[in-house]
Structure formats: structure tokens, C-alpha cells
């Protein structure tokens, strides 16, 4: 019988952390956003993206986030001793992520639609990158409302801040078609896996949406199926926001949930094609 190769390890973390990491919920309550954070209508914290950087990759190595917004996965990618790539479609949030934190030489922020990431990315010199982490626009649930509740999005309205991403019909939260919007976001991730080196993973996070009719849309399981297919999907770890405000959705004749946890859907690239 031949030896087994032996294959390098994830990451550099010791067998207490890497226990730690694997288990399938955590609890992360981003501290309050400053201003220029806030012009973000949906920035994830760092502290929650530098634990998924220490376990799937190693000192050095190249973090890509294909919707990188203000830059939050690439400051998080350098506090990690890790490069840090971003691809983000409008020029504004780009400029933001360029100078956001302090940043390294290394940083690479690409202006740009994510539908064309791989092309971008080598035309910048990134030819491979070890991991991707990514939390792209859940369909078009910022363009809703819950009636006449006081919800975050007409808190940022009141307060002059962005309640959408863009106007611009390349962004993925203005398509109103489900299945288009689920079309567009796989093709963008799947095609990923030309840049992304064999046996790496990809972290997406995502979270089902509820639509106007009361109608709860699997969005995060439909992706993590449809991912399925170009990838193999290695789990989902729950990240829990136990500080949000509860509303009163639904009383007293409908059940209708305080939706305060997302989806971090793990998928590891090791098929051929």
C-alpha cells in the first residue's frame, strides 16, 4: 500500500482554537458603526470575518471578497497578517475600502461588477487566491419594509443614511426576479472556483428573507443547493445576534419571526472541471 500524502495543514491555529471554531453557532454583536461605516446599509464586523480568516487560511496568504463593500473582509484579512483583495461595484464604496482601516501595500481593491471578478483580479496580478469570504446583497430585502414598525431601515431613513446599495442595474439587490437574482449570484460564485486553489474553501453569508406576502423565502438553502453543485458543501455555522432589538411582528394572529441569526455556508473546492 502506497504512504498517504500528507497535506498541509488549514491554518495555524492549535487544536483548542480549531475545536472552538468548528462549532456550528457563535454569538457576535458588532460593536456601533462610526459614520463612514454607517453609509454602508449592511456591513458585517471584522471581528466575525478575522475568525473565519485564522481557521481557513494560513499567514500570507490571499483573502478574496467579491462584494467587499467598505472593505470590511480586507481589513480584517490584514489583522490577520493575511493580503486582502476586494471587488466592489460602486465607485464610492471602492474609494471608501481602498483607505478604510489603515491599509497595507497589498490591498487590492478592484472597481468593478463581481460578474467579472476572475478577469479583474488577474488583470491586477492575482492570479490564485486561498479563500474567499463573502456577504452579498440578500436579494432585494433592503427595498422592503414591515409596515408601519419603527425597523432599522426607516431608522437609517430618518437619519439621512442609504437604505440600498445602489440604483445601478448591475447590482444584484436591485434584480426583483428570485430566481434571476439566485441565477446571478451562483454564476458570480461558481465561476470563483477558476481563481480560487484546489482544495480551498469559500464562506458565503446569507439569510432567508421573508417577502411581502408573509412568505419566508429559503434563500440561504437554495443558495447553499445551488453552490452544491460547483463545490462541496462542508457546513453552515450560525452567527447569532442576541443584541438586536426584538419588534412585535405578527401579534396577535400570525407567527412571524425576530429574524437575528445569518447563515456562514462553507464550501470547499476539490472537484475537477
Known sequence: MAPRT???????????????FTKSWYVCNPP????AELEHPAKFPEAMAQEFIRFFTRAGEVVLDPFCGVGSALVAAEACDRVGVGVELLP????????YGEPRASRRVLQGDARQAVDLCRAAGVEEVHYVLTSPPYWDMLRHTRGNVRSAQKERQARGLRTTYSEDAQDLGNITDYDGYLD???AILADLRRLLAPGRYLTVVAQNVRVRS????????????RLSRVYTFKGERLWLQDNKRLG??????EF????????CLNFKHDRGG
Open 6 to 20: 500528507k497535506r498541509p495543514p488549514l491554518n495555524d491555529l492549535d487544536v483548542r482554537a480549531w475545536m472552538r
Open 248 to 253: 412585535c411582528w405578527g401579534w396577535p394572529a
Open 256 to 263: 412571524v419571526t425576530n429574524v437575528h441569526h445569518h447563515y
Open 32 to 35: 456601533p458603526r462610526r459614520r
Open 92 to 99: 464610492e464604496f471602492a474609494a471608501r475600502a481602498r483607505a
Open 184 to 186: 446571478a449570484l451562483t
Open 214 to 225: 408573509g412568505e419566508v423565502r429559503p434563500l440561504a438553502w437554495d443558495l447553499a443547493a
